[in-house]
């Protein structure tokens, strides 16, 4: 297990195929699922050489947190079908680590038991919003009450995603329980693969008017997760968010938009100067990957998949094995060009490669 690729190749072995499709699908003709790795690949680093590397700080301050390295955890749901604790474990991984996981409402695990697994972690809940508001409001105060630190808000998501092997491979019809929204008006819909994805609960009818009101119900900072573009952070910004995840859910929405990585420039030149913080998820697998997010302005990255292969690789020990090689991969490519701290990274060290060398 010396790579992220290792740790796939152990999910793909190991998960029940409905599940590892689960996780690894994209929708659609999945171009933006692809697109997201062949990004990172057409970006090249110049390295800085004979700098004095020898003491390397990956610290970083997110939202008011100090975490040792900026690397976390995004939001996926039905964790415990990796065959572990769910959750729990990556709750524990994150928090030993010292770094932050967003927890999905579609999670497996309540939002006060993950707390109560992490009490130290630095916990934020992603949030649907339902056509329910009660239930919306209920969630952000249950989150607010058991110390989570941030509500990040999914609006990419009016719909679900065409998610074509879903489809071809059929649901799980589980007794998969998700406790977050049980006891709600939510009800399961029979056969899909993400049992919470019902028409009837999701608000399509959603605007910035919404996030104004998600601002509303707590004292907790507002991160909105599915920003391509700089006018939709012109939009964010108007609403008076204090964070923004670009993000195309691992292209598992419209198939088609771009790749994170390559959204992120625009993104950051509109909050320049601004309070917001700019985060990506999609596609890192690399510490190279992680150091040109930083290096384009991201405040942190996030990982998805790779959180599952290491669930299913060892539960929580597999989670933090995960997180350990992206962060020693990150601390190896920041030497390697020159860079003793985060802060030292900065656009002029990227460049665009031929493609053909895909
Ligand atoms: C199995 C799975 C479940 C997901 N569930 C959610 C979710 O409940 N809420 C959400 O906002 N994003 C969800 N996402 C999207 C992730 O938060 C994230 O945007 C994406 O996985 C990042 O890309 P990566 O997997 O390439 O790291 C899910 C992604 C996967 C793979």
């Given at each position: 297990m010396i790579s992220l690729d290792d740790f796939e190749k152990y999910a793909r072995d190991n998960l029940p195929k409905k599940v590892f499709n689960y996780v690894s699908n994209g929708a659609a003709d999945q171009q933006t699922l692809h697109d997201n790795r062949n990004a990172f690949k057409r970006l090249r680093i110049r390295p800085r050489v004979l700098?004095?590397?020898s003491k390397r700080d990956l610290s970083a301050t997110i939202i008011g947190q100090h975490v040792p390295f900026p690397i976390g955890i995004c939001p996926t749901a039905i964790q415990k079908l990796s065959g572990s604790d769910g959750e729990t474990a990556t709750a524990r991984a994150a928090s030993s680590m010292g770094t932050i996981m967003i927890l999905s409402?579609?999670?497996?695990?309540?939002i006060e038991e993950v707390a109560h697994a992490a009490p130290t972690g630095h916990l934020w809940l992603q949030m649907y919003l339902f056509t329910d508001r009660k239930l919306t409001a209920d969630l952000i105060h249950r989150a607010e009450r058991a110390g989570y630190k941030a509500i990040v808000v999914t609006?990419?998501?009016p719909i679900a995603g065409n998610r074509l092997n879903d489809e071809r491979y059929?649901?799980?019809?589980?007794?998969?329980?998700?406790?977050?929204?049980?006891?709600?008006?939510y009800r399961p819909v029979s056969?899909?693969?993400?049992?919470?994805?019902?028409p009837d609960e999701l608000?399509?009818?959603?605007?910035w008017s919404d996030i104004r009101w998600v601002k509303t119900l707590s004292s907790l900072p507002v991160i909105v997760k599915g920003i391509l573009s700089g006018d939709a952070a012109r939009e964010a910004l108007a609403a008076g968010v204090d964070g923004i995840l670009v993000s195309n859910h691992g292209g598992r929405?419209?198939?088609?938009?771009?790749?994170s990585i390559d959204a992120l420039a625009e993104v950051i030149a509109v909050t320049q100067g601004t309070n917001v913080e700019v985060y990506l998820d999609g596609g890192v697998r690399l510490g190279t990957d992680v150091l040109k997010a930083l290096a384009l302005g991201a405040r942190a990255v996030f990982i998805g998949r790779p959180v599952w292969w290491g669930l299913t690789y060892k539960g929580e020990e597999g989670v933090r094995k995960v997180l350990e090689l992206l962060r020693d991969e990150l601390s190896l490519a920041m030497a390697l060009s020159g860079c003793?701290?985060?802060?030292?990274?900065?656009?002029?060290?990227l460049t665009r490669g031929p493609s053909s060398n895909l």
């Open positions: 700098r004095d590397v409402t579609y999670a497996t695990c309540s609006i990419d998501s059929g649901g799980f019809n589980p007794a998969v329980r998700i406790p977050n929204v049980e006891g709600s008006s056969g899909s693969v993400q049992p919470a994805y019902g608000s399509e009818s959603l605007t929405q419209l198939d088609g938009v771009p790749a003793s701290s985060v802060g030292d990274l900065g656009p002029s060290m």
